[in-house]
């Protein structure tokens, strides 16, 4: 049971914008920063966003995070059928001095 | 360029030990961490704790304290993930990961993942 949760599932079409949310607590959203990662079945997974809002190089910019007090979100603009996929958020918990992942979210494409 | 290369699947039976291996190249191996990372079939990720590369130090989830082990040759720049007391739970791929940049819990490289299968 993760302490960090993620809608099961999420979906959208080609072209439009949808957000990801990851809900926490005060012990690790709420006091360190989050990460996002994108695994396709069978992949190890990719890393999206760090520091809440911190693209990677080579990450298109269609990828964005944020985060407000104990929740944070992974936007994703513009989308393309190669974005299904699960999505991971990911941050430190003081409280069980340990990384915790997200549940996980599995996006389709319409 | 930076790659984390990981030894081949194992199949073991319950209460066995498994000893899986990441091998690094591209970059110095000291100078980032290595973090231990596995997935259950059709589950989530679950961080088993990290490995300094540079000190041999180490640093596991609560959950794991007893059975891992952690440790590196850095004269071959490998680190090693070694869990002991397997049960049908720890059937998961492994993976190994590195951190981004500055960063300290971002992974930005991963190996290609190690498949453990527990059973009798």
């Known amino acids: 049971q993760s302490v960090l949760t993620q809608p099961p599932s999420a979906s959208g079409t080609p072209g439009q914008r949808v957000t990801i949310s990851c809900s926490g607590g005060s012990s690790n959203i709420g006091s360190n920063s989050v990460s996002w990662y994108q695994q396709v079945p069978g992949t190890a997974p990719k890393l999206l966003i760090y520091r809440n809002n911190q693209r990677p190089s080579g990450i298109p910019d269609r990828f964005s995070g944020s985060k407000s007090g104990t929740s944070a979100s992974l936007a994703i603009s513009g989308l393309q059928s190669e974005d299904e996929a699960e999505y991971y958020c990911a941050t430190w918990d003081d409280t069980l001095n340990g990384l915790v992942f997200g549940t996980g979210t599995k996006f389709t494409v319409l | 360029q930076v790659q984390l290369v990981q030894s081949g699947a194992e199949v073991k039976k319950p209460g066995a030990s498994v000893r899986v291996s990441c091998k690094a190249s591209?970059?110095?191996?000291?100078?980032?961490?290595i973090h231990w990372v596995r997935q259950a079939p059709g589950q989530g990720l679950e961080w088993m704790g990290w490995i300094n590369t540079k000190s041999g130090g180490t640093n596991s989830a609560q959950k794991f304290q007893v059975r891992v082990t952690m440790t590196m040759d850095m004269s071959i720049s490998t680190a090693y993930l070694e869990l002991t007391s397997l049960r049908s739970d720890d059937t998961a791929v492994y993976y190994c990961?590195?951190?981004?940049?500055?960063?300290?819990?971002?992974?930005?490289?991963w190996g290609q993942g190690t498949l453990v299968t527990v059973s009798s």
């Open positions: 591209g970059y110095s191996f000291s100078g980032y961490y």
């Open positions: 990961a590195r951190p981004y940049g500055g960063s300290t819990y971002s992974f930005d490289y």
